[in-house]
């Protein structure tokens, strides 16, 4: 049967595949748009060097679950071969993390302390893992307000048993030891191997009252008497011997400085970032943002006027 549409009408005979290549390259253009906007804002902050001459001291953050502390760990080591880096400041603002992570980072401070003085300065929360890495350093300063101490270790598993059983979802585990298959969330923890979990968790435990014992000078007995995971505020700690002064970040740098002699003020340099992580950090912050705001609006609440608590 002979076509008997306009040249016009074949043009748009698939507005679908239309929209999408306008979608498309909208998007690709807005894609472009913003990564060159980043490169353009982001050129003077990588790899500047400092004019100033006189004495620095270097601030390392620790923000967030101590999951993957490489980049920190770098960044303590390059302000350690330094020469003009005469203190570090570790702003610590972490509820903790895994174990392995949290004592790499203590270690790494603690070598850090070594060769120059390492102050830390608690923020908002620098509690479990985070007040562990905190241990390293020579002086902890801490907001009166912080949230701190949780010593203690703590492991959790699921169990589904019975939801898949509803499902009607069945697993068979061929293993080659008794406790290959520990922890598994298909069904109800043996006593032998809560026994064995237990006995790896109490090893952490320890690990912690000695690690806290050493670096405040305080017998093993006396943090064992608080090491119930309880958090403290900065004022309780203070009494408890787990920090050694109540200020904020000022009063950190200023001890650094001192500890350090330098006379003056100091330069604070923080470690540079490539544009990649830069990017990825802009990227996670609008990332978080997009997805706060539509949750909020898929829950009902306005983005006008969004419900905070807090002092």
Request: positive net charge.
């Amino acid at each position: 049967m002979q076509d008997l549409r306009t040249g016009k009408e074949r043009r748009y005979a698939h507005p679908l595949l239309v929209a999408l290549a306008t979608i498309g390259g909208f998007t690709i253009l807005i894609t472009l748009a913003f990564f060159l906007l980043i490169l353009w804002t982001t050129k003077g902050m990588v790899g500047v060097s400092s004019v100033y001459c006189g004495d620095k001291i270097g601030v390392v953050d620790v923000k967030g679950l101590i999951t993957d502390p490489e980049s920190t760990i770098k960044a303590l080591r390059d302000f350690r071969y330094n020469e003009k880096i005469k203190a570090v400041v570790i702003r610590i603002n972490s509820p903790g993390g895994a174990v392995g992570a949290s004592q790499e980072l203590y270690e790494e401070i603690l070598r850090l302390n070594q060769e120059k003085p390492v102050v830390a300065s608690l923020a908002t929360v620098a509690a479990s893992g985070g007040y562990y890495a905190s241990l390293g350093a020579r002086y902890i300063v801490a907001n009166p307000g912080t949230v701190t101490a949780s010593i203690g270790v703590i492991m959790k598993v699921p169990n589904i048993a019975a939801l898949l059983e509803k499902l009607g979802i069945k697993t068979t585990v061929v293993k080659s030891g008794t406790f290959k298959d520990l922890g598994s969330i298909t069904r109800d923890m043996a006593e032998d191997e809560r026994a064995l979990l237990q006995g790896v968790m109490q090893d952490i435990q320890n690990q912690f009252v000695t690690a806290v014992s050493k670096s405040r000078n305080i017998p093993e007995k006396q943090v064992s008497a608080i090491a119930d995971g309880r958090i403290m505020t900065g004022h309780q700690a203070m009494d408890a011997k787990l920090v050694d002064q109540l200020g904020n970040f000022s009063v950190a740098v200023d001890k650094a400085a001192s500890l350090a002699k330098i006379q003056g003020r100091p330069e604070l340099v923080y470690p540079k970032k490539d544009r990649i992580s830069i990017m990825r950090e802009l990227l996670q912050e609008a990332g978080a943002k997009t997805l706060g705001n539509v949750l909020r609006q898929l829950l009902g609440f306005s983005t006008d006027n969004p419900v905070s608590y807090g002092i």
